[in-house]
């Protein structure tokens, strides 16, 4: 018997992006902060008030930049739950609907009542996979039920019911500002993520040129790997 596996859903080439990003970003500043720490050739960039002042600065967006694993994986967590909780609240509502609408079709058959069977649902497109026709199919047959409620005292469906719909149908609203508050959450995490880690590397270029000048004698280009590091002036280059 063939068994059915759930593929894990691939990070989008975006996040996968930003994630390379902060990465290089942190393990770029990390590094050469390390190097200045410790490296006893760079001790006039230690004594330097302006390099003292930007090592200060990228010393805050590394550590920014440390919890940016946590940062994403968090948001993306709460995002999953309050998608998981609108299934939830859209397959209980839904459950609840069909009940109603079930009852009334079963009592009620035949042409002279098809105006109230199609007042609660009949033949109304709704699925728990699209939660605002679920909604949309409850809010039917609460305002259909003042209207028929002789008919629903029939079926057995009295007010705990009604009410029990209307909780149902108020969290799954509830559901959908909180996902896109979450979303928008998401996204502001991620830009300020990408900003941190471009002002990383801005500073760890303003370090290395620091460098290049108050210590001539000490090979920079080790100081981040190749490709990171700026290039040094024309007129210092050997013609």
């Not at 995490?189 to 108050?214: E, G, H, K, W």
């Amino acid at each position: 018997m063939a068994t059915s596996t759930k593929t894990p859903r691939r990070r989008s080439h975006k996040s996968a992006q930003l994630s390379k990003q902060t990465r290089m970003a942190y393990e770029n500043g990390r590094r050469l902060l390390e190097r200045i720490s410790n490296d006893p050739m760079l001790a006039p960039l230690r004594e330097d008030a302006e390099a003292r002042h930007l090592v200060e600065q990228l010393r805050q967006e590394v550590a920014v930049l440390a919890m940016a694993p946590t940062l994403r994986i968090g948001a993306a967590r709460r995002l999953q739950g309050v998608a998981s909780r609108r299934r939830t609240a859209a397959h209980a509502l839904f459950a609840a609907c069909a009940e109603i609408r079930r009852r009334v079709k079963l009592r009620y058959r035949g042409p002279r009542h098809q105006t109230l069977r199609r007042a609660f649902g009949e033949g109304m497109p709704a699925s728990p996979a699209k939660p605002e026709t679920v909604l949309q199919f409850a809010q039917q047959i609460l305002s259909a039920a003042p209207h028929y409620s002789s008919q629903l005292r029939e079926v057995r469906v009295r007010a705990p019911t009604l009410q029990r719909v209307a909780n149902l149908q108020k969290g799954l609203r509830a559901c959908t500002p909180e996902r896109l508050e979450l979303r928008t959450a998401r996204r502001q995490i991620s830009d300020t993520l990408a900003q941190t880690a471009t002002r990383a590397n801005a500073l760890c270029a303003a370090l290395i040129a620091l460098a290049r000048r108050l210590c001539p004698g000490d090979d920079v280009s080790t100081l981040l790997p190749p490709g990171q590091v700026p290039k040094p002036a024309r007129s210092a280059r050997r013609s």
